[in-house]
């Protein structure tokens, strides 16, 4: 088992320009997870999937923002016309959630992808 | 919202010294995660701890679920133990299950 991977590790961008990032979960994990971390801060929900449904967005994720998981494997985040102020580390993390539901269920993270955008 | 409150936010130690880093949150909590996030950024998994006492190493944690705090413990510190610890709590039930972090302890260990 590889634990969860996300691609690229660095990524610098100029203002204005899209950017994609790729994350692949733990293999049998239904649960995926965006989180956002700045620089000094813990970090931030963004938005979750279940298999391939997107079940929750908080409002971090503007309209510039779009997430996508179409297999119900890996998944994408894409940042449309970057700002400065989107510099930040991208986390994904997975889970495996079963049912009858528990309450909660440990969540892995991957390296994450740091964005610094000119 | 929940609000997580960990102390303190800075700790710099002398290597084979304790330390006991606390977490406190302001609701009832479905999950308790401990991490530690090291200098490339990467937060490894410490303990899943919503309730009682584990122990894994020199690193244990206990977490009053009823009094609302956690406390991780690092015994005989090394300076491999630098970098953040984070505690995250989930609050969410059915459908949700989103993690909110504490503001982080920075622990230092010089030789």
């Known amino acids: 088992d590889t634990g969860v991977s996300q691609d690229p590790r660095h990524k610098i961008t100029k203002r204005g320009q899209n950017v994609t990032f790729r994350c692949d979960p733990i293999?049998?994990?239904?649960?995926l997870y965006w989180y956002r971390q700045t620089l000094g801060q813990g970090p931030e929900f963004l938005t979750y999937f279940q298999n391939e449904a997107q079940l929750e967005k908080s409002r971090l994720l503007s309209d510039r923002f779009s997430a996508e998981r179409p297999k119900g494997s890996f998944s994408t985040l894409e940042i449309q016309r970057t700002e400065q102020g989107d510099s930040a580390m991208y986390l994904c993390?997975?889970?495996?959630?079963?049912?009858?539901?528990?309450?909660?269920?440990?969540?892995?993270f991957g390296p994450g992808t740091r964005l610094t955008v000119t | 919202g929940i609000q997580v409150e960990q102390s303190p936010p800075d700790l710099i130690l002398q290597e084979g010294a304790n330390s006991t880093l606390r977490c406190n949150f302001s609701d009832s909590v479905n999950n308790l995660q401990w991490f530690h996030q090291n200098p490339w950024g990467q937060l490894i998994n410490l303990f899943y701890i919503p309730s009682g006492t584990k122990q894994n190493g020199r690193l244990s944690a206990t977490t009053v679920a009823t009094e609302r705090y956690s406390l991780l413990y690092i015994s005989s510190s090394q300076t491999t133990d630098s970098g953040v610890y984070f505690c995250a709590v989930d609050v969410g039930w059915w459908d949700t299950d989103k993690l909110i972090f504490g503001t982080g302890t920075r622990l230092q260990v010089f030789p």
């Open positions: 293999s049998e994990h239904n649960r």
């Open positions: 993390a997975s889970s495996l959630v079963s049912f009858p539901r528990r309450p909660s269920y440990e969540q892995y």
